[in-house]
């Protein structure tokens, strides 16, 4: 049972234009939603990470954006940049020493 | 600056072979996990350790085992090699927290096993 649901699978975007990948979850316990960016030959590196007490949070022209009702949160990514083409990956858990239940992930490729 | 880094960058075996993937890492983390990432399957947890000596299974524990006698070191090990174990390879670390920490990823290791 997939317990994180990521969509869309791979995405090309415009450069300049923006990118949103959406993430869908049911464990109610989980607390912690990170996004992980993973570039080609590379392990998957911290993006941006939010919890559940917030609606929003933005690093530059990254934007996590969570609905605790509706159990889904996203990533935007604005003013997209050839230098963001990678596979992005969301996740959550439970927090403290439990794993992180990750997406299948999403491959970005952003055009100029 | 953390650093988890994995022995091998590519690795190729005959089937029945047993392998060892190692990973190291450099924080003093509590927590280390052993995932395998497949083309649009994502990332999938294999194993992890919360302490030297402990392990609990991951999502998909058949066909491989692990050790951690170390508390920088964990293992991974191929009993023996199949060719549906064919995949990249990623180690990963964390801290110890009631408030969850960052999750810190090795390079990966690509595996054929022919």
């Known amino acids: 049972q997939q317990q994180v649901k990521q969509s869309p699978q791979s995405l090309i975007v415009q450069k300049g234009g923006i990118s949103i990948i959406n993430c869908a979850y049911e464990n109610t316990a989980f607390d912690y939603f990170p996004w992980y960016q993973q570039f080609p030959g590379k392990g998957p590196a911290l993006l941006i990470a939010?919890?559940?007490?917030?609606s929003e949070k933005k690093e530059g022209r990254f934007t996590i954006s969570f609905n605790k009702s509706a159990k889904q949160f996203s990533l935007h990514i604005m003013d997209s940049q050839p230098g963001d083409s990678a596979t992005y990956f969301c996740a959550a858990s439970m927090g403290g020493n439990t794993p992180l239940v990750f997406g299948k992930g999403t491959r970005l490729s952003v055009i100029a | 600056d953390v650093k988890v880094t994995q022995s091998s960058r590519y690795l190729v075996k005959r089937t029945g072979e047993k392998v060892f993937l190692e990973c190291v890492q450099d924080?003093?983390?509590?927590?280390m996990f052993w995932y395998r990432q497949d083309p649009g399957l994502g990332l999938r947890l294999i194993y992890f350790s919360y302490d030297v000596k402990m392990k609990e299974k991951g999502d998909i524990p058949e066909g491989y085992s692990v050790s951690r006698e170390k508390k920088e070191r964990f293992s991974l090990i191929l009993e023996s090699a199949s060719t549906n174990q064919t995949s990249m390879y990623l180690c990963?670390?964390?801290?110890?927290?009631?408030?969850?920490?960052?999750?810190?990823f090795g390079p990966g290791t690509r595996l054929l096993v022919l």
């Open positions: 924080m003093d983390h509590e927590n």
């Open positions: 990963a670390s964390r801290g110890h927290g009631r408030i969850q920490e960052t999750q810190y």
């Open positions: 939010i919890r559940p007490d917030v």
